[in-house]
């Protein structure tokens, strides 16, 4: 059984920043990659970064670049995201995402709200 658990969501005014944790635990053997995304209310779910465990290279959404920082910590299996000069429109939950051992894993999510 493999869980995510995310952290660090919450309110914050336009131009701040937040750092969300996406732990996991469980059987997990080879990982692959670690990503984010997010889903903003009446909207699809969208990709947002990913980091591939082999090499570390980064990926970011155009939407975000720039602005928001995918980092690892492989040893702990935790994957992070820092987000800086957030925008109204960053609003959403947002998920991680871990795809290992060929299966996808999702954590439950965590709400950022960005306003005034």
């Known amino acids: 059984q493999v869980q995510l658990v995310e952290s660090g969501g919450g309110l914050v005014e336009p131009g701040g920043s937040l750092r969300l944790s996406c732990a996991a635990s469980?059987?997990?053997?080879?990982?692959?990659?670690m990503a984010w995304f997010r889903q903003a209310p009446g909207k699809q779910r969208e990709w947002v970064a990913t980091?591939?465990?082999?090499?570390?290279?980064?990926h970011y959404a155009d939407s975000v670049k720039g602005r928001f920082t995918i980092s690892t910590e492989i040893a702990k299996n935790t994957v992070f995201l820092q987000m800086n000069s957030l925008k109204p429109e960053d609003t959403a939950v947002y998920y991680c995402?871990?795809?290992?051992?060929?299966?996808?894993?999702w954590g439950q999510g965590t709400q950022v709200t960005v306003s005034s």
């Open positions: 995402n871990i795809f290992a051992s060929s299966v996808d894993y």
């Open positions: 469980g059987n997990i053997f080879t990982i692959y990659n």
């Open positions: 980091m591939f465990t082999s090499g570390g290279s980064t």
